[in-house]
C-alpha cells in the first residue's frame, strides 16, 4: 500500500468504527453495552479474527482484553509476535449473552448474527489488507470461509477465501476452558505453534 492508500484507508477504518458504533444489522445491540470494533493499524500483515466481545470486552470496547485476551497476548508472545503490530478484531462486535444472576454469560451467536455482522469484517479486511487472517475458533472461520468447519480438519492448512489467505486455529477461551492441566498445556502450545506458522506466512 503506498502512504496515500494507507492515510485513505486508515481514514475510512475509523470512519466505519465510528458507523459501527450505531449498528443495528441485528438485534444484539439492544443487550450490549457497546460496539466492539476492530483494533489495530491499517497494512497490519496478520488479522486475527475472535467469535465475539465478551463480558470484559463488551464494557471496555476494546476486543481481547478480558481472560481469553490474557492467553492470546500469551501466545502471541511466545510466538514472537507484537499485538500493537496486529489487527485484532471479532466475527460479531456485540456481546451476546444471557442474564444469570449477577453474571452476564456468553451466548453463542446464530448464523444470522455472524451474517449481518460479516458487513464489518468486510470492510476491516477491505481496509486493513491484512496478508493472513487467522480464525481464533470455529465461529470465526464460518464467518470467514462462509461454510461449516471442521476446526481439526483445517489446521495447519492455509486456506484461500476473497482473495484472502487464511489459517484456522483453536480459540483462546478454548483453552480456558479445558480442566485438564496438561491437556490445557498442549493446546496452548498449540495455539503459539499455529501463530509461528502465520508470522512465518505473513513474513
Ligand atoms: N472472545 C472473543 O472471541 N473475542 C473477544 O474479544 C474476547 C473473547
Same mark, same amino acid.
Given at each position: 500500500?503506498?502512504?496515500?492508500?494507507?492515510?485513505?484507508?486508515?481514514? @475510512?477504518?475509523?470512519?466505519?468504527?465510528?458507523?459501527?458504533?450505531?449498528?443495528?444489522?441485528?438485534?444484539?445491540?439492544?443487550?450490549?453495552?457497546?460496539?466492539?470494533?476492530?483494533?489495530?493499524?491499517?497494512?497490519?500483515?496478520?488479522?486475527?479474527?475472535?467469535?465475539?466481545?465478551?463480558?470484559?470486552?463488551?464494557?471496555?470496547?476494546?476486543?481481547?482484553?478480558?481472560?481469553?485476551?490474557?492467553?492470546?497476548?500469551?501466545?502471541?508472545? @511466545?510466538?514472537?509476535?507484537?499485538?500493537?503490530?496486529?489487527?485484532?478484531?471479532?466475527?460479531?462486535?456485540?456481546?451476546?449473552?444471557?442474564?444469570?444472576?449477577?453474571?452476564?454469560?456468553?451466548?453463542?451467536?446464530?448464523?444470522? @448474527?455472524?451474517?449481518?455482522?460479516?458487513?464489518?469484517?468486510?470492510?476491516?479486511?477491505?481496509?486493513?489488507?491484512?496478508?493472513?487472517?487467522?480464525?481464533?475458533?470455529?465461529?470465526?472461520?464460518?464467518?470467514?470461509?462462509?461454510?461449516?468447519?471442521?476446526?481439526?480438519?483445517?489446521?495447519?492448512?492455509?486456506?484461500?477465501?476473497?482473495?484472502?489467505?487464511?489459517?484456522?486455529?483453536?480459540?483462546?477461551?478454548?483453552?480456558?476452558?479445558?480442566?485438564?492441566?496438561?491437556?490445557?498445556?498442549?493446546?496452548?502450545?498449540?495455539?503459539?505453534?499455529?501463530?509461528?506458522?502465520?508470522?512465518?506466512?505473513?513474513?
Amino acid at each position: 500500500m503506498t502512504r496515500v492508500e494507507l492515510a485513505r484507508h486508515s481514514r @475510512e477504518l475509523h470512519e466505519a468504527a465510528a458507523e459501527a458504533a450505531h449498528c443495528t444489522r441485528c438485534s444484539l445491540y439492544r443487550d450490549a453495552t457497546q460496539v466492539v470494533f476492530g483494533e489495530g493499524p491499517v497494512g497490519a500483515p496478520l488479522m486475527l479474527v475472535g467469535e465475539q466481545p465478551g463480558d470484559k470486552e463488551d464494557l471496555a470496547g476494546k476486543p481481547f482484553v478480558g481472560p481469553a485476551g490474557r492467553v492470546l497476548d500469551a501466545a502471541l508472545a @511466545e510466538a514472537g509476535l507484537d499485538r500493537a503490530s496486529t489487527y485484532v478484531t471479532n466475527a460479531v462486535k456485540h456481546f451476546k449473552h444471557e442474564q444469570r444472576g449477577k453474571f452476564r454469560l456468553h451466548k453463542q451467536p446464530t448464523r444470522g @448474527e455472524v451474517q449481518a455482522c460479516r458487513w464489518w469484517l468486510e470492510q476491516e479486511l477491505t481496509l486493513v489488507q491484512p496478508k493472513l487472517v487467522v480464525a481464533l475458533g470455529v465461529t470465526a472461520a464460518r464467518a470467514l470461509l462462509e461454510k461449516p468447519v471442521v476446526l481439526s480438519r483445517l489446521r495447519g492448512q492455509v486456506l484461500e477465501f476473497e482473495g484472502y489467505r487464511a489459517i484456522v486455529t483453536l480459540h483462546p477461551s478454548a483453552i480456558l476452558r479445558m480442566r485438564d492441566e496438561a491437556e490445557k498445556d498442549a493446546a496452548f502450545r498449540g495455539l503459539c505453534e499455529d501463530l509461528r506458522f502465520a508470522a512465518k506466512i505473513a513474513g
